[in-house]
């Protein structure tokens, strides 16, 4: 059986540490394929091989310190629907409030001077409180991941203050041990941490805003049109195919459907990014979130809200956020390993200060007042080896941020997908964001991609006896009714304008580059359309009108259809493409950002040259008359990484070789299936737009990865002393708990900037 992708919320990650754990205990369950868990959506994307099961997988992750469950793919658009609506005040505020409460405290502490709050019992039970209520998640989450041999942020913030309470209960309980209390202490790095967690969930929020606002595009309820006209109000959800529906004026539609009576304009901006209306009329095939902007439409329901268009976009972007670019996988693998050296550095700077530190630099404690039994700042405070020695390992403790290093990738990746889906541009992940980035050679298909992919029939030369031009449309089309080749369209509409008949078709099949075969009704022998000389090839005899006549159109930019009957060349049907209206400009602006560029066409050189002037190319980057080999072939001749921009069926072997494979949103369900890349609507120019995005997200995650780890080869020593025998500047715990939270929510906030339109 094939594996099963499975999509698994998960809860208590804090950090790249604990990624790195959660990864490690996935991969080591039996039947998992891959997985890949992402810290800023708290989920996990699995590959699992029956008969494995994801109960199996969540009691093996909630036994590590992570419960979990799994997420209804089909429920997913109704989740985002309502992730704003069922959050109170108090579960978005909590957090702010109980770590503002702390901090209060904590300062009222230390301004204290005498009276009932200069009591270090009542400091002790303040700890104590703080601790087992708003702390207690903290430390439980960090001893399991200790026991576990997983250490990740908890582990490092429940060492630093559950070390400072534990020295400050021993020095109130003993006080001939002479240390000093630091019971605010704890009570002040919980605050400042609560805080950081608070502002930092808030800027993540944001960056998975772009999925929730293309949630609210499908609207909760529809009209439904019932047998005598009247219409009635339902929930989206109880709607199902065959259903017929009506949508007014100023409405969205809420599942897709294909029109049965009325015609109007749509903005599908939301989707695509075409900013035009597109004009539609009975028949035509609408996807849900579309907004209908003049005259009601009547439609009949094609798939249920799950399965629409839309909840397909958004399931696209939460996959390609699932999976991870490169450098995330070397910063998440760094950020498992960095707890354990941050707790060998804070018990090296622990022994050090203890046992040499005051020896080698008896300056350090000069100056500081004793008190054994009154509260010091575990700042500012230490006059013995031991306290200075204990401040500086929690300092080390709570400044470590290995949460830069989690988020530092998917908080640019969450973005950037985000905005790219509303620009109509659906990533498959974060490889492909990566790859993207380093595009150097662009190759395009020219019919569909180039061209609008809607060719118009413009001459016919009749050859065979007793068959007139409709004649051999009829014959044409029909050979053509079965497949989703641009140039079938054409003739499948010019048939349709004469009003002819289609013939029925038995055994057609598509010959990739050459055209198609089958068997019609009426006639003997089997039928082929497409290049003459393909048709040559299978014996059949081409007179010199026959190619006099190719040559002609195609000098003028046609392309030219060849229709056999057996061996008997019934007749040559001439088609023209009309250049998308912004091709130039697309080609024009990615030759600015210094990419090489060619055009790969299974067409005739007179199409392909023609279309070449009109875009300003050379001879030597055009290529005409390739079969998809062909393509590979050239793909391979360029230089990398290399995009193929195609929407064909001949185009998929190039698009699923290409380092990056660019579907245009008309191409066939192969060519968008083999691309790393789709572009939705009719704009060429998202191309461009794509890969320029690519390039900015990669800028912001060496930006993030560059600050996570420049501030903690920065902050580690400091908070370590290196600077304190000779400058006197101690990093005290407070503050560095303090640049702890900050330093997470830099990288978040700068991720956030790739929402600024460029």
């Given at each position: 059986m094939a594996p099963e992708a499975l999509l698994l919320d998960i809860e208590g990650m804090k950090c790249g540490g604990c990624v790195s754990a959660v990864e490690k205990r996935l991969r080591a369950q039996p039947g998992v394929q891959e997985a890949s868990v992402n810290l800023l959506s708290r989920s996990a994307w699995v590959e699992l091989e029956p008969p494995a099961t994801a109960e199996s997988l969540l009691e093996s992750l909630a036994a590590l310190g992570f419960p979990g469950h799994l997420r209804d793919p089909d429920g997913e658009l109704e989740r985002l629907q309502q992730a704003r609506q069922q959050q109170s005040w108090w579960s978005c505020w909590r957090q702010l409030v109980v770590a503002l409460v702390l901090l209060l405290i904590s300062s009222a502490g230390h301004l204290s001077s005498g009276g009932v709050l200069a009591d270090m019992r009542l400091h002790a039970l303040v700890a104590t409180v703080a601790l087992a209520g708003p702390g207690r998640p903290i430390l439980v989450r960090g001893w399991k991941g200790l026991a576990q041999g997983v250490p990740g942020m908890d582990s490092l913030v429940g060492l630093g203050v559950g070390t400072a309470y534990l020295a400050s209960m021993v020095a109130l309980i003993w006080p001939s041990v002479g240390w000093s209390c630091f019971f605010n202490e704890p009570v002040m790095l919980l605050g400042f941490v609560l805080l950081g967690r608070f502002l930092e969930a808030r800027a993540r929020r944001r960056t998975g805003a772009a999925l929730e606002e293309l949630a609210q595009l499908q609207p909760e309820t529809a009209l439904l049109l019932l047998g005598d006209g009247s219409t009635r109000s339902i929930r989206v959800g109880g709607l199902r195919p065959g259903d017929h529906l009506r949508v007014l004026p100023g409405d969205r539609l809420p599942v897709d459907g294909v029109v049965i009576d009325g015609s109007s304009s749509l903005d599908e901006s939301s989707l695509t990014g075409e900013?035009?209306?597109?004009?539609?009329?009975?028949?035509?095939?609408?996807?849900?979130?579309?907004?209908?902007?003049?005259?009601?439409?009547?439609?009949?329901?094609?798939?249920?809200?799950?399965?629409?268009?839309?909840?397909?976009?958004?399931?696209?972007?939460?996959?390609?956020?699932?999976?991870?670019?490169?450098?995330?996988?070397?910063?998440?693998?760094?950020a498992g390993r960095f707890t354990w050296i941050v707790m060998a550095?804070?018990?090296?700077?622990?022994?050090?200060?203890?046992?040499?530190?005051?020896?080698?630099?008896?300056?350090?404690?000069?100056?500081?007042?004793?008190?054994?039994?009154?509260?010091?700042?575990?700042?500012?405070?230490?006059?013995?080896?031991?306290?200075?020695?204990?401040?500086?390992?929690?300092?080390?403790?709570?400044?470590?941020?290995?949460?830069?290093?989690?988020?530092a990738t998917p908080t640019a990746i969450s973005v950037a997908t985000g905005r790219a889906a509303h620009l109509g541009l659906l990533f498959r992940g974060g490889d492909v964001l990566e790859v993207a980035a380093s595009v150097r050679t662009v190759l395009l298909d020219k019919t569909g991609t180039l061209t609008r992919g809607r060719p118009l029939l413009e001459d016919q030369l009749v050859i065979a006896?007793?068959?007139?031009?409709?004649?051999?449309?009829?014959?044409?089309?029909?050979?053509?009714?079965?497949?989703?080749?641009?140039?079938?369209?054409?003739?499948?509409?010019?048939?349709?304008?004469?009003?002819?008949?289609?013939?029925?078709?038995?055994?057609?099949?598509?010959?990739?580059?050459?055209?198609?075969?089958?068997?019609?009704?009426?006639?003997?022998?089997?039928?082929?359309?497409?290049?003459?000389?393909?048709?040559?090839?299978?014996?059949?005899?081409?007179?010199?009108?026959?190619?006099?006549?190719?040559?002609?159109?195609?000098?003028?930019?046609?392309?030219?259809?060849?229709?056999?009957?057996?061996?008997?060349?019934?007749?040559?049907?001439?088609?023209?493409?009309?250049?998308?209206?912004?091709?130039?400009?697309?080609?024009?602006?990615?030759?600015?950002?210094?990419?090489?560029?060619?055009?790969?066409?299974?067409?005739?050189?007179?199409?392909?040259?023609?279309?070449?002037?009109?875009?300003?190319?050379?001879?030597?980057?055009?290529?005409?008359?390739?079969?998809?080999?062909?393509?590979?072939?050239?793909?391979?001749?360029?230089?990398?990484?290399?995009?193929?921009?195609?929407?064909?069926?001949?185009?998929?072997?190039?698009?699923?070789?290409?380092?990056?494979?660019?579907?245009?949103?008309?191409?066939?369900?192969?060519?968008?299936?083999?691309?790393?890349?789709?572009?939705?609507?009719?704009?060429?120019?998202?191309?461009?737009?794509?890969?320029?995005?690519?390039?900015?997200?990669?800028?912001?995650?060496?930006?993030?990865?560059?600050?996570?780890?420049?501030?903690?080869?920065?902050?580690?020593?400091?908070?370590?002393?290196?600077?304190?025998?000779?400058?006197?500047?101690?990093?005290?715990?407070?503050?560095?708990?303090?640049?702890?939270?900050?330093?997470?929510?830099?990288?978040?906030?700068?991720?956030?900037?790739?929402?600024a339109p460029a």
């Open positions: 900013p035009l209306p597109r004009s539609v009329a009975s028949g035509d095939e609408l996807a849900a979130g579309s907004l209908n902007l003049q005259a009601p439409l009547d439609l009949k329901v094609l798939r249920p809200g799950s399965e629409s268009a839309l909840a397909r976009v958004i399931a696209l972007v939460e996959q390609a956020q699932a999976r991870k670019a490169p450098v995330q996988a070397m910063a998440d693998r760094w550095l804070a018990l090296a700077t622990f022994l050090f200060w203890w046992l040499l530190g005051s020896d080698l630099f008896p300056q350090v404690l000069d100056g500081m007042a004793h008190g054994p039994g009154h509260h010091r700042s575990l700042g500012s405070g230490a006059e013995t080896p031991f306290a200075l020695a204990l401040q500086l390992a929690i300092a080390v403790l709570v400044v470590a941020c290995p949460c830069a290093l989690g988020l006896d007793g068959l007139d031009a409709s004649g051999l449309l009829q014959l044409a089309a029909s050979l053509e009714q079965t497949t989703r080749h641009p140039l079938a369209w054409a003739l499948l509409q010019a048939a349709e304008g004469q009003g002819l008949s289609l013939l029925s078709s038995s055994s057609s099949t598509t010959q990739a580059g050459d055209g198609v075969e089958g068997q019609l009704d009426s006639q003997q022998q089997l039928c082929r359309l497409g290049r003459l000389a393909w048709l040559e090839h299978h014996g059949v005899h081409v007179p010199a009108e026959a190619s006099s006549w190719q040559q002609q159109q195609e000098q003028g930019g046609a392309t030219v259809l060849a229709l056999a009957h057996g061996q008997e060349l019934l007749g040559l049907l001439a088609v023209r493409d009309a250049m998308r209206p912004d091709a130039a400009e697309a080609l024009a602006q990615l030759r600015r950002d210094g990419l090489a560029l060619a055009v790969l066409s299974g067409d005739r050189e007179g199409p392909v040259r023609q279309l070449g002037q009109q875009l300003s190319l050379q001879t030597d980057q055009l290529a005409w008359g390739l079969r998809p080999e062909h393509k590979l072939q050239r793909l391979h001749q360029a230089p990398g990484p290399v995009a193929m921009v195609g929407d064909g069926l001949n185009d998929a072997p190039a698009l699923a070789a290409a380092d990056l494979g660019i579907a245009v949103g008309t191409g066939t369900q192969i060519a968008q299936d083999s691309a790393d890349l789709v572009v939705l609507g009719e704009r060429l120019m998202a191309v461009p737009q794509a890969l320029a995005l690519a390039r900015s997200a990669q800028a912001k995650i060496r930006q993030n990865l560059s600050w996570a780890f420049g501030y903690n080869l920065l902050v580690l020593p400091l908070a370590a002393g290196v600077l304190l025998p000779g400058f006197g500047l101690l990093l005290t715990p407070p503050l560095a708990a303090l640049l702890m939270a900050l330093s997470s929510i830099t990288v978040v906030a700068n991720a956030l900037l790739l929402r």
